[in-house]
């Protein structure tokens, strides 16, 4: 069975920092692609950022360009978003994506960023 479990969500001031990190158990077939996405109160859930698993390149959502990065580390089986510069409009609850030959979501882990 997969599951994806998110942690390090929190409440923080703007223009501080978070690290989320997503632990990856059990048998994925095929991993094309490992990502975040967010959904805030009221809103439907975007993208926020991507990273594929043949290469490693990466793909940002331009509300978080330059801001946040995502990491692998395929020996802990864990996926990493560090958020830095952090806004009031990046509030939302942060959900881990696996794809393979289906798509697996984490249960979402809540960041809150007070102005």
């Known amino acids: 069975q997969v599951q994806l479990v998110e942690s390090g969500g929190g409440l923080v001031q703007a223009g501080g920092s978070l690290r989320l990190s997503c632990v990856v158990s059990?048998?994925?077939?095929?991993?094309?692609?490992m990502g975040w996405y967010r959904q805030a109160p009221g809103k439907e859930r975007e993208f926020v950022a991507l990273?594929?698993?043949?290469?490693?390149?990466?793909t940002y959502a331009n509300a978080v360009k330059g801001r946040f990065t995502i990491s692998r580390d395929n020996a802990k089986n864990t996926i990493y978003l560090q958020m830095n510069s952090l806004e009031p409009e990046d509030t939302a609850v942060y959900y881990c994506?696996?794809?393979?030959?289906?798509?697996?979501w984490g249960q979402g882990t809540q960041v809150t960023v007070s102005s």
């Open positions: 059990g048998s994925i077939d095929r991993i094309n692609a």
């Open positions: 994506n696996v794809v393979g030959i289906y798509s697996y």
């Open positions: 990273i594929t698993n043949d290469d490693g390149s990466t």
